[in-house]
């Protein structure tokens, strides 16, 4: 498992269709887990933004965790309560334009090993095509 840093899908034979993608991968929680020498150094209010999204972040996934006890019949706080000390992680993807698409995907078929995944599109992302 991939627990930070960058990373980008290489193939292994010439016919393997790979992600297209690059990737950020940052541990969140505990605080104590997080590798920060595998954070870029720039922009220089990275951390800063993403300390303040990691809080956010934190307490969506323990109302997210709430409402799912409810929802199952239990108590409230019976979910969160089993994750006393939560594990979180942010990927952040960045999807290149491609001459050839059809020998690329997006993401590949995959399930995500977590209790719950929240995702944040931002389809205002600016680039330019050279």
């Known amino acids: 498992?991939?627990?930070?840093?960058?990373d980008r899908p290489y193939p292994v034979t010439e016919d393997q269709?790979?992600?297209?993608?690059?990737?950020l991968m940052f541990r969140l929680f505990p605080v104590l887990a997080r590798k920060l020498k595998l954070w870029p150094n720039k922009p220089a209010?990275?951390?800063v933004v993403v300390e303040?999204?990691?809080?956010?972040?934190g307490n969506v996934s323990r109302r997210l965790l709430g409402s799912l006890s409810l929802i199952m019949g239990m108590d409230s706080?019976?979910?969160?309560?089993?994750y006393k000390?939560?594990?979180?992680?942010?990927?952040?993807?960045?999807y290149h334009?491609?001459?050839?698409?059809?020998?690329?995907?997006?993401?590949s078929p995959h399930s995500d090993a977590t209790t719950i995944t929240i995702l944040?599109?931002?389809?205002?992302?600016?680039?330019?095509?050279?």
């Open 52 to 57: 303040a999204y990691s809080v956010k972040i």
């Open 97 to 107: 334009v491609c001459c050839e698409p059809e020998k690329v995907m997006g993401m």
């Open 45 to 47: 209010e990275l951390k």
């Open 120 to 130: 944040l599109q931002d389809n205002n992302i600016n680039y330019t095509l050279t």
């Open 77 to 82: 706080n019976d979910l969160p309560d089993l």
């Open 17 to 23: 269709m790979v992600d297209w993608s690059d990737s």
């Open 1 to 6: 498992m991939h627990l930070g840093g960058y």
């Open 85 to 94: 000390e939560m594990q979180i992680s942010m990927r952040v993807n960045y």
